[in-house]
């Protein structure tokens, strides 16, 4: 399972928290059968290479989310991102908490845009809108 | 999301991040090779157990409407208890009782004679409490503690979701799944009291979400040997040494894209002297098979579950001339839908069958159609208002029953009545530390088909027994308030409860002569309502780790109890203690682990029958007990660990059973 570490500007922090996300996740366990692989790639990247099945957006401005949005539509692509007003402005599926409580917000708009569709037990368990 | 949710990214490990990246891949159904809760997935991402005991919606523990307490595959390893019910006892505030080596009763809150009823238990949403006798009988649970991925203890009425006899709380054994979950365990134990054990498991996913899961277990070892009464070791074989033979399996098969179908089948064997409900040890051998189909649908908005199965017992008991056949069809529907942001229900509808046979010849029976449904309301992002509401009538009858030697005829079975069930909650989540709930239920506790149908005469020894038909149930009416704080220094919690109970309609069980020559040729012994009782209290509790690998908890309970009972030697009021501590401390240092598990019980008193039928009131003083473990990894797939129980004296008196005896075991496990 391919998951993309994305950022939009080179010379941005973006760049600089990608590649510490993927270094730090380096040989994350397998779980549940799934062995995921991370890389810190450009949106520019993105736009001429594969894509792959989820896209986290680190430290994303608003034009970048736009551009990622634009990127995925309709690929079945889940975009992640820590900013939950991307995700209520509906351009990236979504927004992911993780201290000090996990809290996990989709927005439906989103997530129909980009083709992707959840496991029912997990919608059950996160906040949509 | 609350406001709290506003920070950025980089004030959390990055570490953590990458790991719920990764698991959120498998909330993607192209990636979920089958449906259904994957609570191994869910854990992992919210980092915290997932359940749908507490409402039938998937829910993370920490947001539940109910008081629940979930107990982990890790914790249940480290408990060093050989059966459930010791490890509930090492990490929980719920009675725990022990007459014998093998003989267990749990409540809740209170009222915990032997043989409880109040109490439902399930695996994997399949009732093996016994109808026949309204219990659960823990040695015939056939599951393998290595194949538990988690022990979900509901605490107050749950009956709007799981139907009758969940009157008082619900424990519902997870197992590890077979589609996701690839391990195997074996283990074999040794210890005092002539105690070996040998039991695994093995779980194996199978092609496309498929997989297999098969457990076995055998374990033998002496009674308790002090508390006996003569009659009970010389007429009823009560001090036999309790032995069991357990065997389990399931198939899952993915039959089409979002459909998941599963079989599974089990049977065990029990014998030894167990604790009956009125006082008196009885040698009971119980032979118990199921057999369950399940299906699971993934829909756009939610997901249908269906299941029927069967369960089958036969009991022989030390003194009766006949064996106690039951049988229990079970057949649920039920659909969970999220129909929009804000709002879930989950409408259900159950068909039970319940039937027993003591006297050749004769039946009793009940039928039971349950409709009900759920429904979560998100009323804004910290507040949830969970309500359930459910209606259960019961068809009861009989055949067989004329017979002039008892007060009650075939006719007199001819009856039916309805009850409905039902729980509120309301869960605020102030802050992400801290959440506040207040919650509140009516739960139905039906008679045992024994209390309304049992059957027998002993003419030497001048007395019979019989049900009684119109016997009402046992309605448990709660309100309860609670509050957690997370306490993140410490990776643990402070929790506390303040609960109110009304009980109304206890059985007197067989406990008590209601009829009397000439009326009947011998003394009969018949159920009746006891009448109210109330319970007041509060629970307590913290836990938390130090980063040198030590963990801590506390439990403390308050149950204070008032009751207008009516004379009977059953009598339920003193039966749990007043107040019950549960303290434990854990170190983990490279290969080596040591716990530790403290309980503290205040006074309890029952009633014991000395003879025939002379009841004596027992009472037991307060008492304390510890368990310990001290596991050392051999290897990378094997353990050994030493283990003991009842360490404080070679024997006392915990309960109104035989003496605990001091025991110790050695176990070698393997993990591959």
Redesign the interface.
């Known amino acids: 399972m391919q998951i993309a570490l994305a950022y939009g500007d080179a010379a941005g922090p973006g760049r600089i928290a990608a590649e510490q996300l993927a270094e730090a996740s380096e040989g994350l366990a397998r779980v549940g059968g799934l062995s995921p692989q991370f890389r810190a790639v450009s949106l520019e990247q993105l736009r001429s290479g594969v894509m792959p099945a989820v896209v986290v957006l680190a430290e994303a401005l608003p034009s970048d989310a736009g551009l990622l949005a634009g990127l995925v539509r309709g690929r079945g692509v889940l975009t992640i991102t820590s900013d939950p007003a991307l995700v209520r402005a509906g351009l990236l599926v979504m927004a992911v908490r993780s201290e000090p409580r996990v809290e996990i917000l989709v927005s439906r708009v989103a997530e129909q845009a980009a083709g992707v569709t959840f496991a029912p037990a997990f919608r059950m368990m996160i906040q949509e809108q | ?2 406001r ?30 089958a ?4 609570y ?3 854990e ?4 915290e157990p ?1 359940t749908t005991s507490a409402t039938g ?4 523990a ?2 539940v409407p109910v008081d629940m307490e979930i107990i982990t595959a890790e914790q249940i390893r480290r408990s060093g208890a050989h059966d459930i019910p010791a490890v509930l006892a090492r990490y929980t505030s719920l009675d725990v009782h022990q007459y014998n080596a093998h003989d267990f009763s749990v409540g809740v809150r209170g009222f915990t004679t032997p043989q409880v009823p109040r109490m439902l238990v399930l695996v994997n949403g399949r009732q093996v409490y016994l109808d026949h006798y309204a219990y659960t009988s823990w040695d015939s649970v056939p599951v393998q503690l290595s194949e538990i991925r988690q022990i979900e203890v509901v605490k107050g009425p749950n009956s709007a979701l799981f139907g009758f006899n969940a009157a008082s709380g619900v424990i519902n054994i997870i197992t590890f799944d077979a589609a ?1 979950d690839r391990m195997s365990t074996g283990i074999l134990r040794a210890g005092t009291g002539r105690y070996r054990e040998a039991s695994g498991m093995t779980s194996a ?1 199978i092609g496309d979400g498929g997989g297999i899961r098969v457990s076995a277990g055998l374990r033998g070892e002496d009674a308790w040997r002090r508390g006996f009464t003569d009659f009970e070791v010389q007429e009823l074989d009560a001090r036999r040494g309790p032995t069991r033979a357990q065997a389990a399996a399931e198939g899952v098969f993915r039959l089409a894209p979002g459909l998941r179908g599963s079989v599974d089948a089990s049977y065990s064997r029990a014998i030894g002297g167990d604790m009956l409900d009125y006082g008196q040890f009885w040698r009971e051998d119980k032979r118990i098979w199921s057999l369950r189909g399940r299906m699971l649908a ?6 249908v579950e269906a299941q029927v199965y069967h369960n089958a017992l036969k009991a022989t008991y030390a003194a009766t001339l006949h064996p106690t056949d039951s049988a229990l069809t079970v057949a649920d529907l039920s659909s ?1 839908v ?1 129909l929009s ?1 804000a709002h ?1 229900v989950r409408p259900l509808l159950q068909l039970r069958q319940a039937s027993m046979s003591v006297i050749p010849g004769t039946e009793i029976r009940y039928r039971v159609l349950g409709l009900g449904g759920m429904w979560d309301w ?1 009323l804004a ?1 910290p507040l949830e208002l969970t309500t359930s509401l459910r209606y259960d009538h019961l068809w009861l009858g009989a055949k067989g029953y004329d017979d002039p030697a008892y007060p009650y005829g075939d006719r007199d079975y001819d009856r039916s009545f309805g009850e409905p069930s039902w729980n509120i909650g309301l869960v605020w989540r102030a802050t ?2 801290d959440t506040v709930r207040l919650s509140g239920g009516r739960g139905i506790s039906l008679p045992s088909l024994s209390d309304y149908g049992w059957r027998d005469s002993y003419p030497a020894f001048g007395y019979q027994d019989t049900g009684t038909p119109t016997l009402a149930p046992t309605v448990v009416e709660s309100a309860e308030a609670g509050y957690t704080r ?1 306490v ?1 220094s410490i990776d643990g919690r402070l929790g506390l409860s303040a609960f109110a109970q009304r009980y109304r309609g206890f059985s007197s069980g067989l406990s008590t002569v209601t009829f009397a020559p000439p009326l009947v040729p011998l003394d009969t012994y018949t159920p009746y309502n006891l009448g109210t009782a109330h319970i007041v209290g509060l629970e307590a509790s913290a836990e938390g780790r130090t980063a040198g690998g030590l963990s801590l908890g506390a439990k403390y309970r308050l149950s204070a109890v008032s009751s207008e009972l009516a004379p009977s030697s059953l009598d339920p009021k003193r039966a749990s203690p007043r107040h019950l501590v549960s303290v434990r401390a854990g170190w983990a240092n490279g290969p080596l682990e040591l716990d530790l598990f403290g309980r503290y019980s205040t006074l309890v008193r029952g009633y014991r029958v000395n003879g025939v039928d002379e009841a004596t009131l027992v009472e037991v003083k307060d008492y304390a007990s510890l368990a310990v473990r001290a596991g050392y990894r051999l290897t990378e797939t094997l353990t050994v660990a030493l283990e003991g129980e009842n360490m404080l004296h070679g024997r006392q008196q915990q309960g109104i059973g035989a003496q605990a005896a001091r025991r110790i075991y050695l176990s070698l496990r393997a993990d591959f």
Not at chain 2, 4 to 28: F, K, N, Y
Not at chain 2, 35 to 38: C, R
Not at chain 2, 298 to 303: L, M
């Open positions: 999301m609350s709290h949710a506003e920070q950025p990214v980089t004030s959390r490990p990055v570490r953590r991040a990458g790991r719920i990246a990764a698991v959120l891949c498998l909330m993607l159904p192209a990636a979920a090779a449906q259904g809760v994957d191994g997935a869910l992992a991402l919210f980092d997932a919606k998937p829910q993370r920490s947001d996701r996913p993934d829909t756009a908005f939610g997901f969970t999220k942001a879930t998100k992002e992400p530390w997370r993140d």
